[in-house]
């Protein structure tokens, strides 16, 4: 098997590598976003502009949650309102909200004063999709990588906004496993979800594709399997997984 990296790697997407490598993967890192005549892959870790444009060469298959899966998730899970719209939409916003891509990095992350700080419709589509979410203040985060159903491995990542790296928590691991027996059929088999504290109560953040995924200090060799699993060959996606395909974005 095969694992193809982009051009730029990340310190997470180096530990990935070196996890393959001790398996005994071959690896290729490609130097554009240019596929080789003849290459042959069959697992991908980069981002989302990167694979819209390498995975449908090589057959490999993206899994993503869908769009609006936060929307789908009760309150007393989100600690928050969030809500899936156009970008159109967004810019009649005439309040704070935090502002963000669901599965791309097309709009940035962060809190917008209000929806004319928004990218405008010269660089974004008016119907790109946008969730805009309440604003709270997470005082921890965790990543929680999931494969079948079961929360396998994590690792906390940020504290009151700022990177604090360590072990999960046994309470977020414990959060993440009831997620999964109440909402994992929502989800794709191989995914990462991110959780956090808020005002003391656990809250799901967010969740982000594993190929796309950084692992943190989480166990690279158990990360490498969620992520051989969420980009892998499309002849081997199981008939569950078939819906959570991410399928190339167009570009303006």
């Known amino acids: 098997m095969t694992l193809v990296l982009p051009p730029r790697l ?49 057959g490999i298959a993206p899994l993503e949650a869908a769009p609006g899966w936060l929307t789908g998730l009760p309150r007393e899970l989100t600690r928050r309102e969030i ?28 809190i917008y004063t209000d929806g004319s700080r928004l990218p405008g419709p010269d660089a974004v589509d008016r119907r790109t999709p946008v969730l805009v979410s309440d604003i709270v203040d997470f005082t921890a985060e965790y990543r929680l990588h999931l494969l079948d159903a079961v929360v396998h491995t994590g690792s906390q990542y940020a504290a009151h906004g ?25 989800l794709p088999s191989a995914i990462v979800v991110d959780v956090g504290l808020v005002d003391g109560r656990w809250a799901v953040i967010e969740a982000n594709a594993a190929w796309a995924s950084g692992a943190y200090v989480a166990d690279p060799d158990l990360v490498l399997d969620v992520v051989l699993r969420a980009a892998s060959p499309t002849a081997s996606v199981t008939a569950r997984d078939q819906q959570f395909i991410r399928r190339p974005q167009p570009t303006t």
């Open 10 to 58: 990340t310190a997470s997407a180096q530990s990935l590598r070196d996890a393959a490598h001790r398996r005994g993967l071959q690896t290729v890192q490609l130097p554009t976003f240019e596929v080789p005549a003849g290459l042959r892959a069959d697992h991908l870790h980069a981002g989302p502009s990167f694979a819209d444009v390498v995975a449908p060469l090589l």
């Open 83 to 110: 809500t899936l719209v156009t970008i159109g939409e967004a810019y009649e916003l005439r309040r704070p909200a935090f502002i963000k891509s669901p599965n791309d990095k097309n709009i940035t992350a962060m």
């Open 162 to 186: 700022r990177l604090h790296l360590g072990p999960p928590s046994p309470d977020a691991l414990a959060f993440g496993t009831d997620l999964v027996a109440g909402f994992g059929h929502t």
